[in-house]
C-alpha cells in the first residue's frame, strides 16, 4: 500500500521526534580534520584502535549550549563557554593512557592547562581536591597539587581532531600517570574543595591515587 505525501512526513517527524534515529547519524564527528600519526618521533595510536570505557556509553554535548562551571572554594565562579575555553593558550604533550584492566594507548593531546583555566577564578588558601563532574554521571577527584605541580590539561584534541564524542567531547581530563578512571570525559563541572571526595569507581573499591603501576584497590 503506497503512503501518501503527507502521511510518509508526517511518519519522518514522528521517527526524528522520537529519537529512532542514532545519535551518530544526529551529531557528526570531526569532519575536515586529518589525524596526526606521530609526534616528535612518537608513534601515536589511531582513534579507531583505541579502547574506551564509559559507564553509560557516549555522550553527545551540544557545542553552542554547552558550559563548564568552575565553583567551589573559589573567588569567581564562572561558566565558560566551549569558545571561551579554546581562546586560552593550548599546550600539546603525548601522553599514555593506561586502563586498570591492562590495556592502554598513545595519543597527542591538545588543550588547556588547568592552572590556566582556574587562574582567573582565583582559588581559595584552603583549597586541597579537585572534584570532576561528568555529563554521564561519572565523577573522579585529583589533589589540587597534583594538578597544578604536574601541568595537567583539559584536552579538547586528540592526534590532532577535535575530540570526538565517544572520547569524550568537548573535554576530557589527561590524568598524566594516573590509571584511566581518573581520565574524566564529557566535563560539565568543576569543583574546588578542601574535603575528601571518592568518585564512581573509588567509591566501589578502586584506589583513589590510581598510579600507574600501583595497586588497582584500596588496601
Not at 544526529?26 to 583505541?50: H, R
Not at 582567573?120 to 561528568?134: G, R
Request: proline share 3%; net charge negative.
Amino acid at each position: 500500500m503506497k503512503l501518501s505525501n503527507l502521511t510518509f512526513i508526517c511518519l519522518l517527524v514522528i521517527i526524528v521526534v522520537s529519537g529512532c534515529l542514532s545519535n551518530t547519524e544526529k551529531i557528526k564527528d570531526y569532519e575536515n580534520e586529518t589525524e596526526a600519526t606521530e609526534y616528535q618521533g612518537i608513534k601515536l595510536t589511531p582513534i579507531s584502535k583505541q579502547r574506551n570505557n564509559a559507564i553509560e556509553g557516549t555522550q553527545y554535548i551540544d557545542k553552542e549550549s554547552y558550559r563548564l562551571q568552575i565553583d567551589g572554594l573559589v573567588e569567581r565562579p564562572v561558566n565558560l563557554t566551549y569558545d571561551q575555553i579554546l581562546g586560552y593558550p593550548s599546550t600539546s604533550k603525548v601522553v599514555d593512557l593506561n586502563c586498570v584492566e591492562g590495556w592502554g594507548f598513545t595519543a597527542k593531546w591538545t588543550g588547556v592547562l588547568f592552572k590556566t583555566l582556574i587562574n582567573d577564578s582565583e582559588v581559595s588558601e584552603n583549597a586541597t581536591e579537585v572534584i570532576f563532574y561528568c555529563a554521564d554521571g561519572y565523577s573522579t577527584s585529583h589533589d589540587l597539587d597534583f594538578l597544578m605541580d604536574n601541568n595537567i590539561m583539559l584536552a579538547y584534541k586528540i592526534n590532532d581532531v577535535t575530540l570526538p564524542h565517544s572520547r569524550g567531547f568537548p573535554l576530557q581530563l589527561v590524568a598524566e600517570d594516573k590509571y584511566g578512571y581518573k581520565w574524566a570525559k564529557w566535563i560539565t563541572h568543576v569543583e574546588v574543595t578542601n574535603a575528601e571526595y571518592r568518585g564512581y569507581w573509588e567509591s566501589k573499591g578502586y584506589s583513589d591515587r590510581a598510579d600507574v603501576g600501583g595497586p588497582a584497590f584500596e588496601r
